[in-house]
């Protein structure tokens, strides 16, 4: 049976939990907000099955991409609607208009953060843009397995540890199953996100049961300058927004300084395109550096693209593209290669989640570089003047 030293041991894929025949295996909530097995020993008939599927015990070996494209797609509203370059949506779109099953990450009624699937196009806008929080993975692993049976083309996106955890939950390969996974920063608990929302919605005066939308890469600005933001009805029934910038927003700021991040994301087994997963995702960084002639402020996509499969359906995308290359893109964006480090305020940040108000303990642990606010501060500035001199 699996037996944890240590809480990095778990990335909290769950699939031991899912491969368990007696089912013995509980999954229970840390101090932290995150989830990790419990066995029942009585019940466990020692088969060792959640030890032989465990992704960190069993990995992978590292791989190196057949292609690395710069990409998005040809419709705007689609690029600007997502949190990159909108491939995530072209691909979807193509398995949708196949009879196919897509799996990503919305939001629940409550605004947690959980894995999901639609078989429906109208649906897609659920799964569009980043949810900053680990996703309760549910009964999504059986869902894709039986689907699979039935030989319905299934697209499973998540984290490299969810693909990872697909794999060897299903412990067998399927030519009409395509996982695409995310150069991922890390995972952060969703107790924080819970106790984040609640703590902004009541400082900006926003009810719970008003929030149409919430966004953590809000485009407003432009994809090298976005926010977060909430949209919501107010009193008066109108559509009002409350839209705060990176350099300001402490959740943001809080995952991006590696605070809320789950113990085994300092340590992610998953680096390296460990994950097997047929195409990564991810923001290309850089690309003003790399390509200027493909920079564009409604985002660009990052594929890597790392089997022939994903290789195949990459080449019945419809999309705007240019090829790059591997050492482009590892510098600019680091977390392909390395997993994030952890600081030293981490755990006394974690132990007073209970004790005090979450925003005011991310500002306490939190100081914003300099050159961040100035950054964030020229861009508006920068719009304006140019919208100026363009009317003269």
């Known amino acids: 049976m699996i037996i944890l030293k ?68 040809t419709n705007k509203n689609t690029q600007i609607k997502s949190s ?6 072209e691909l979807a779109t193509l398995v949708l208009q196949k009879n196919g099953i897509v799996f990503g990450v919305k939001f629940d009624t409550g605004w947690e953060v959980v894995h999901s699937y639609i078989d429906n196009i109208d649906d897609l806008w659920q799964f569009q843009t980043s949810k900053y929080v680990q996703s309760n993975i549910a009964d999504s692993y059986q869902r894709a397995k039986e689907f699979l049976e039935q030989n319905r083309i299934v697209l499973f996106s998540g984290t490299p540890c969810q693909i990872a955890g697909l794999k060897r939950f299903l412990n067998r390969e399927y030519d009409h199953l395509y996982c695409v996974d995310f150069v991922c920063h890390g995972v952060p608990s969703p107790k924080v996100w819970q106790q984040y929302l609640a703590a902004i919605c009541n400082k900006q005066n926003i009810k ?15 994809w090298n300058s976005f926010s977060f933001s909430i949209k919501y009805f107010n009193s008066k029934k109108e559509n009002k927004v409350f839209r705060e910038p990176l350099y300001k927003n402490l959740y943001l700021q809080s995952f991006i300084a590696n605070i809320t991040l789950r113990p085994s994301c300092y340590s ?34 990052l594929m890597s693209i790392l089997t022939d499969k994903g290789l195949n359906i990459y080449r019945q995308l419809h999309i705007s593209d240019i090829e790059s ?20 305020c981490r ?46």
């Open 347 to 392: 755990t006394a940040f974690m132990d007073k989640l209970d004790s005090e108000n979450i925003l005011s303990l991310m500002s306490s642990y939190l100081k914003t570089p300099f050159r961040l606010k100035v950054h964030y501060m020229l861009i508006p500035l920068i719009k304006r003047l140019k919208t100026v001199l363009d009317k003269n």
């Open 6 to 73: 240590q809480k990095s041991d778990c990335c909290g894929c769950e699939v031991c939990m899912h491969v368990c025949p007696q089912k013995c295996i509980t999954l229970k909530e840390d101090i932290e907000g995150y989830k990790y097995p419990y066995i029942d020993k009585e019940s466990c008939i020692d088969c060792n099955l959640c030890s032989k599927r465990c992704p960190l015990i069993n990995s992978y070996e590292s791989r190196f991409p057949l292609k690395i494209m710069a990409a998005k797609s």
């Open 268 to 301: 992610c087994a998953f680096k390296r395109y460990k994950s097997m997963s047929d195409i990564t995702m991810g923001d290309y960084w850089g690309i003003e550096k790399e390509h200027p002639n493909f920079k564009d402020n409604n985002g660009i996509s």
């Open 325 to 344: 290359s591997y050492d482009k893109v590892k510098t600019l964006n680091s977390a392909i290669e390395c997993p994030c480090s952890e600081p030293s």
């Open 208 to 222: 719970f049961s008003s929030i149409q939308n919430i966004n953590f890469r809000d485009k407003t600005e432009g």
């Open 84 to 89: 990159s370059g909108g491939i995530f949506s």
